[in-house]
Structures are given as C-alpha cells and as structure tokens.
C-alpha cells in the first residue's frame, strides 16, 4: 500500500464514503503537507469529528491504522516532487553546504519551538515532584529509549533516585511496583505508543505522578499525564528517530536537570564530585 497514490485512491473511494469521512478526505487534500505532521487527535480537531471517525476513514481506504496512512501519503508526495527529498526540506540535489545549512535550521527552529512551548509554571511543579520523589523513572521506547537512557544518565551524577529499563517488559513490571512517592517521565514523540500508553496507564493507576514528554498537547498520552512538556520538532513518518526531535527532548531534560541541581545544589555538588572521582581512572 505504501506505493498507492493516494489522492487517486481518495477520488475513486469518494462516493462512497459517509458524511464524516467526506470531511476528513476535504481536509487532506486541502492540507496535505500539514496533515503528515498531525496526530490522529489534531486531525479530528481540525475535522471536527472523532478519532474513530478518522480511524474508520483510514479503514475504508483498506489501512491497518492512522500511522500507516501517514506513511503512504508521505510516499505520494515525495514521488510527485519532481526533485527526490530525503525529509521535508532536504534534496538530493543539494550541496553538503545546502544540507548542511538546512539541518542547522531545522534544529535551532526546534529547540527555538521548544522553548517558546515551555510553560515555566510546569516545570517548577514538575522540579518540586521530583525533588521530593522517592524514585524517579524514565520510560521510553525505540528512539525515545534513547532519550530516556540520556535522562537517568544525566541525573544519576548528581542522585540515587532515578531507573530506567531497557525493556519493555521489565518496564511494565518497574511501573507496577511505582507508588504513589514516585515520579514517572514518560517520553514519547507522537504520544501514542502502546508499550509506552501501557506503562502510562499503570502509572497512573498506581497514584503515580507522570510527567510526559511529546509533541502534541491532545494525544493519548497527555490524558493519562499531570504535566506534558511540549517538544517543538515535526516530525514526518518516514522520519522516525529524527535527530531534531531528539534534541529537543535532551533540551528539556537539561532544563529539568538544571534547575533540578540548583534547588537541591549542596547535595548534587557532594554527588556530583563523588561521581566524577569514580570514574576518573576510566581516563586517560
């Protein structure tokens, strides 16, 4: 299916979609190069139907889902550019120095996002949490694994406190033994990752206080969060693990990590010297 046109497909199947999917398929192909970039929910919105509305579209043009109708779409329009892209603003027609500048730009368009996105409020309620937590998971999976594992690396230096599993099993079960003096950061660029929901769910049900990292504000994620802190990269879905959207989640990491350090600095310092002395044989 990732070979369909699907513009073609859409005005063969048009007659007989109902009322609603006629909606949704209007707003793709009115807004196509913004849809690649949308979640199911943002979709809805714009729309003004439901989820299951535009998941019943995706089923009628005979996808497994959402995401998989994303992807054929962004195949669509990267064959009918005349010039082949590697992303949305990448050529392969372009010098290293064009590439060079075009990905300078997209990551300081990012983490400029990102920063225009931070809600402060949130994030000294999200330090007071984390400062009183007994434990402090990180959860991930895929490339937000990778995040995460950065996460518990960063403020393990300077605390005791924090986990991180690399599995998604052994994930499920650490959320299962959280209580309610924990703190869950769960991050997730389109938060809607089921072993990443699975863990959100439980976390939640266990009293704990969950603090998501994504990108879109309504996402099955958030519902299950106290605070969401918005990372300001897009993201297309042939570009999973983009490098962007990792930066801007190691940017709120380190803001975290930051002000986490100067609320608690006498004993992140002790820590910190302690830490950095242990391995100081590792170097050469």
């Known amino acids: 299916m990732t070979k369909t046109d699907i513009f073609s497909l859409i005005q063969t199947r048009y007659r007989s979609f109902t009322n609603t999917e006629k909606k949704v398929a209007d707003y793709i192909c009115e807004h196509t190069k913004d849809v690649i970039y949308m979640s199911i929910t943002d979709l809805a919105e714009a729309c003004q139907v439901g989820e299951s509305s535009v998941f019943r579209f995706c089923k009628s043009m005979n996808f497994k889902g959402y995401q998989e109708f994303k992807i054929a779409m962004a195949h669509t329009i990267s064959m009918a550019d005349e010039t082949p892209q590697l992303t949305s603003e990448i050529t392969m027609q372009d010098t290293i120095e064009e590439l060079s500048a075009k990905i300078l730009s997209t990551t300081i368009n990012a983490l400029t996002q990102t920063h225009n996105l ?8 999200a330090i007071d949490w984390m400062v009183e937590a007994e434990r402090i998971h990180f959860f991930g999976v895929g490339a937000s694994l990778m995040t995460a594992m950065e996460g518990k690396n960063k403020f393990m230096r300077i605390t005791n406190k924090t986990e991180c599993s690399f599995d998604s099993h052994l994930q499920v079960m650490s959320a299962v ?41 309504k996402s099955p994620l958030t519902s299950y969060s106290d605070i969401t802190l918005l990372c300001g990269a897009n993201e297309g879905p042939l570009q999973g693990g983009s490098l962007s959207a990792k930066i801007s989640q190691l940017y709120l990491l380190d803001v975290l990590y930051a002000e986490y350090f100067k609320r608690t600095h006498e004993q992140s310092i002790r820590n910190k010297e302690s830490t950095a002395k242990s391995v100081i044989e590792k170097l050469l």
């Open 118 to 125: 931070a809600n402060d409020a949130d994030i000294s309620k």
């Open 177 to 217: 033994l959280m209580s309610n003096k924990d703190v869950a950061i769960l991050i997730s660029y389109s938060g809607s990752t089921k072993d990443t929901l699975e863990v959100a769910k439980i976390a939640r049900e266990r009293g704990v206080k969950v603090i998501s990292l994504t990108r879109f504000a």
